[in-house]
């Protein structure tokens, strides 16, 4: 099972890009690369999921290089209320995922 | 609508005692996941199932214990065994394919006392 390393915590301002970067170097050729965000006592909820290069939805982009050993969440414009703890995951189904410590996002006003 | 159920949102319960944790989806999933946090830490797995009638013990199993008789229930059981069991409990589940959108609950807070 592919391990994650993402930053401990960051801070952000209103209105600014924020991008999270995720290593996960041991990821396997069917794995997939999922995000998840999760406010204090709340279950996490599904962001965004790739595979490779580019993913964008509603809400973020998804960027996967061509080696897939990092990808990067980037929130556009970010308000007070993306402050959260924010999930990388590298699994595939039947696996047991594994929740690492997360980021913790603060913005700020 | 569908979703994914924990009941009940906050449990007290006195030391020494069991206490099961309900956990339902509608969604027609095959998989479900029951996870501990503690505060500031990140999900830790206890057990998952695949199928019904099947479960396999993820990091932290000792002192926990799960069935899945159906496809949509999947409860847990905090025993007088776990050490330490006042926690935030969060159930996930996810369908079958190569994909892994999983699917939370609302959690539920145990208090043992």
């Known amino acids: 099972l592919a391990k994650t390393t993402q930053p401990i915590s960051m801070d952000s301002y209103e209105g600014q890009e924020v991008n999270i970067t995720c290593s996960h170097n041991?990821?396997?050729?069917?794995?997939?690369i999922t995000w998840y965000q999760q406010f204090p006592s709340q279950g996490p909820r599904f962001i965004i999921q790739g595979y490779k290069t580019k993913v964008t939805n509603e809400v973020a982009s998804l960027f996967i290089p061509a080696d897939r050993k990092s990808s990067t969440l980037s929130l556009p414009r970010v308000s007070l209320s993306d402050t959260a703890v924010y999930y990388c995951?590298?699994?595939?189904?039947?696996?047991?995922?594994?929740f690492g410590p997360g980021t913790r996002l603060s913005v700020l006003p | 609508d569908g979703g994914i159920t924990q009941s009940p949102k906050y449990l007290f319960r006195k030391e020494g005692q069991n206490v099961t944790l309900s956990c339902e989806q509608n969604l027609n999933h095959d998989a479900m996941y029951w996870y501990r946090q503690d505060p500031g830490q990140g999900l830790r797995l206890i057990y998952y199932s695949q199928i019904v009638n099947d479960f396999q013990k993820g990091d932290i199993a000792e002192g926990y214990s799960v069935s899945r008789e159906k496809k949509e229930s999947f409860p847990l059981t905090v025993t007088s065994a776990q050490k330490n069991p006042t926690a935030f409990y969060l159930c996930?589940?996810?369908?079958?394919?190569?994909?892994?959108?999983?699917?939370f609950g609302q959690g539920t807070r145990l208090t043992v006392v």
């Open positions: 995951l590298v699994a595939n189904y039947g696996q047991n995922f594994v």
């Open positions: 996930a589940s996810t369908p079958a394919g190569g994909d892994t959108e999983a699917f």
């Open positions: 041991n990821i396997a050729t069917n794995d997939y």
